[in-house]
T-cell receptor
């Protein structure tokens, strides 16, 4: 069974204090790894898709990287508006139904 | 435009009521999804439609009945719900079932 573990559960940062979120996964062949941002009471917002080890993607202050066992979401010089829950999800190559397996998320709070 | 719309935003219903949730996208996506999300938990997949045909039903109780009238619309019919069904119901869509999913803002459902 696919497993996705995100750490830490919660992260409190000072504005400008860069940090990284971790997403470890166990899957029988990775089709794709997805990062989402979710604000309280709202739907997840798509950020990135990563397909193969070594791949990197950037968007503003966010950078996602992928290895064979984990993905990192780096937040550079965060601002208060980066406060959100960040969700990681994997899609297995062997899965016939292409379901996403989500991690529990990391809640990031950025203080001004 | 990557917008998925959902109505209503909030819904309060009694256990004997019948109500429907509506989801719409105009991105030409051919896969549409219903998720249920409880507080501080990741989204849980309920149903997947691919090319307007139900392709995944995650053993959801029959009091939830999905419908896909056309490629842009997805409904979720609710009947005889239980208080534990109170949650944020999210709709999502993707170009294909293997692609990144775009989520709507959700419907906050409260069952009294």
């Amino acid at each position: 069974e696919d497993q996705v573990t995100q750490s830490p559960e919660a992260l409190r940062l000072q504005e400008g204090e860069s940090s990284s979120l971790n997403c470890s996964y166990t899957v029988s062949g990775l089709r794709g790894l997805f990062w989402y941002r979710q604000d309280p009471g709202k739907g997840p917002e798509f950020l990135f898709t990563l397909y193969s080890a070594g791949e990197e993607k950037e968007k503003e202050r966010l950078k996602a990287t992928l290895t064979k066992k984990e993905s990192f979401l780096h937040i550079t010089a965060p601002k208060p508006e980066d406060s959100a829950t960040y969700l990681c999800a994997v899609q297995a190559m062997s899965s016939n139904d292409y379901k996403l397996s989500f991690g529990a998320g990391t809640t990031v709070t950025v203080r001004a | 435009d990557t917008e998925v719309t959902q109505t209503p935003k909030h819904l309060v219903m009694g256990m004997t009521n019948k109500k429907s949730l509506k989801c719409e996208q105009h991105m030409g996506h051919r896969a549409m999804y219903w998720y249920k999300q409880k507080a501080k938990k990741p989204p849980e997949l309920m149903f997947v439609y691919s090319y307007e045909k139900l392709s995944i039903n995650e053993s959801v109780p029959s009091r939830f009945s999905p419908e896909c009238p056309n490629s842009s619309l997805l409904n979720l019919h609710l009947h005889a719900l239980q208080p534990e069904d109170s949650a944020l119901y999210l709709c999502a869509s993707s170009q294909k079932i293997t692609d990144e999913q775009y989520f709507g803002p959700g419907t906050r459902l409260t069952v009294t």
